[in-house]
């Protein structure tokens, strides 16, 4: 399924041969976005812009790394967005193919990306300040969102580290901090590699003369180039209050053992001296209090039942209980 927004609201294309005429004319520029492609319907759209058969295996085959290919006539972009369209899509990667040349960009995309229903709603409310710096300002706008997306999601494991931060300091706090800290230390480790990727990818744009690269466009391409550079800042910032959540249950599984051992070793101190009382009182000698004493046995218990109640009461007063 594929649709196509001019920069003048009086062209429409509903067929690839009408694709082939647009591309025929000279004062036209144009977005044709493929959703969902079919392989036949791509390659015939591919033709029609004169587009080579490599590019559309590549549009079309697995995973590749963010990257910028040199045609002679366009620039062959994959690049990655974080975020699914207004559906859903969450922190899934969703691979978005770009094919742009001087007066078209191509755009070809399996799922719903968030990014591209961006930049088509901006377009379809005013195509003209949609293509006032032509398809490379096109190619821009859907870059910068995709990075803007990558600043949103990573607000949102910010909220998810602060909330184990908080999780980590309770005294009830369990081995299931470690894991969600460990799972997000590599969710963070793979959006800076993908960060870093993607400011090489732009680095790659600017660097090279392509048809739709104008000097005005050097500017808004390094404009998200700093937005880059804020994602791994904040992905690097992150990754360090992980390790100090670690640190932090570290620190309350250790003052919990601790608490555990105070309370023994007092208990042990206050039945010390009753073991003493106890063992002396069971030698085989006779000695006070005397069997001959019916109130002696009594007499004892009271005796180490005071001792273990002073005990306990000064062991409360300097707050060791």
């Given at each position: 399924?594929?649709?196509?927004?001019?920069?003048?609201?009086?062209?429409?294309?509903?067929?690839?041969?009408?694709?082939?005429?647009?591309?025929?004319?000279?004062?036209?520029?144009?977005?044709?976005?493929?959703?969902?492609?079919?392989?036949?319907?791509?390659?015939?759209?591919?033709?029609?812009?004169?587009?080579?058969?490599?590019?559309?295996?590549?549009?079309?085959?697995?995973?590749?790394?963010?990257?910028?290919?040199?045609?002679?006539?366009?620039?062959?972009?994959v690049?990655?967005?974080?975020?699914?369209?207004?559906k859903?899509?969450?922190?899934?990667?969703?691979?978005?193919?770009?094919?742009?040349?001087?007066?078209?960009?191509?755009?070809?995309?399996?799922?719903?990306?968030?990014?591209?229903?961006?930049?088509?709603?901006?377009?379809?409310?005013?195509?003209?300040?949609?293509?006032?710096?032509?398809?490379?300002?096109?190619?821009?706008?859907?870059?910068?969102?995709?990075?803007?997306?990558?600043?949103?999601?990573?607000d949102?494991?910010?909220?998810?580290?602060?909330?184990?931060?908080?999780?980590?300091?309770?005294?009830?706090?369990?081995d299931?901090?470690?894991?969600?800290?460990?799972?997000?230390?590599?969710?963070?480790?793979?959006?800076?590699?993908?960060?870093?990727?993607?400011?090489?990818?732009i680095?790659?744009?600017?660097?090279d003369?392509f048809?739709?690269?104008?000097?005005?466009?050097?500017?808004?391409?390094?404009?998200?180039?700093?937005?880059?550079m804020?994602?791994?800042?904040?992905?690097?910032?992150?990754?360090?209050?992980?390790?100090?959540?670690r640190d932090?249950?570290?620190?309350?599984?250790?003052?919990?053992?601790?608490?555990i051992?105070?309370?023994?070793?007092?208990?042990?101190s206050?039945?010390?001296?009753l073991?003493?009382?106890t063992?002396?009182?069971?030698?085989?000698?006779?000695?006070?209090?005397?069997?001959?004493?019916?109130?002696?046995?009594?007499?004892?218990?009271?005796?180490?039942?005071?001792?273990?109640?002073?005990?306990?009461?000064?062991?409360?007063?300097?707050?060791?209980?």
């Amino acid at each position: 399924m594929w649709k196509l927004i001019a920069a003048t609201q009086d062209v429409s294309a509903t067929s690839v041969q009408d694709v082939s005429a647009l591309f025929e004319r000279e004062d036209v520029q144009f977005w044709i976005d493929v959703e969902a492609p079919d392989r036949n319907e791509l390659e015939s759209l591919a033709a029609a812009l004169r587009v080579d058969g490599e590019a559309v295996d590549d549009a079309l085959a697995g995973e590749q790394r963010s990257r910028v290919d040199d045609y002679d006539d366009y620039a062959f972009v994959v690049t990655y967005s974080m975020l699914g369209d207004s559906k859903g899509g969450g922190e899934d990667l969703h691979k978005l193919a770009v094919i742009c040349g001087a007066r078209f960009i191509l755009t070809v995309h399996a799922e719903g990306v968030g990014a591209i229903d961006a930049m088509r709603r901006r377009a379809e409310k005013n195509a003209r300040g949609a293509f006032e710096d032509g398809p490379g300002g096109l190619l821009y706008g859907i870059l910068d969102q995709i990075v803007d997306n990558y600043l949103i999601y990573i607000d949102t494991i910010e909220t998810d580290v602060d909330r184990l931060e908080d999780r980590s300091l309770h005294k009830d706090c369990s081995d299931a901090v470690l894991v969600e800290a460990s799972a997000l230390r590599r969710t963070l480790a793979d959006l800076r590699h993908l960060a870093v990727a993607q400011d090489q990818l732009i680095n790659a744009i600017v660097s090279d003369d392509f048809p739709f690269m104008s000097k005005s466009l050097l500017f808004h391409f390094n404009h998200v180039r700093q937005h880059l550079m804020i994602v791994v800042e904040f992905t690097d910032k992150l990754r360090d209050r992980l390790h100090g959540v670690r640190d932090n249950y570290s620190f309350v599984l250790a003052h919990r053992t601790n608490e555990i051992m105070r309370v023994l070793t007092v208990f042990a101190s206050i039945l010390l001296p009753l073991s003493l009382l106890t063992s002396v009182y069971g030698m085989n000698v006779a000695m006070w209090p005397s069997p001959s004493e019916p109130y002696g046995i009594w007499i004892v218990l009271i005796v180490m039942l005071g001792m273990a109640g002073v005990l306990f009461w000064y062991f409360k007063r300097k707050d060791w209980l």
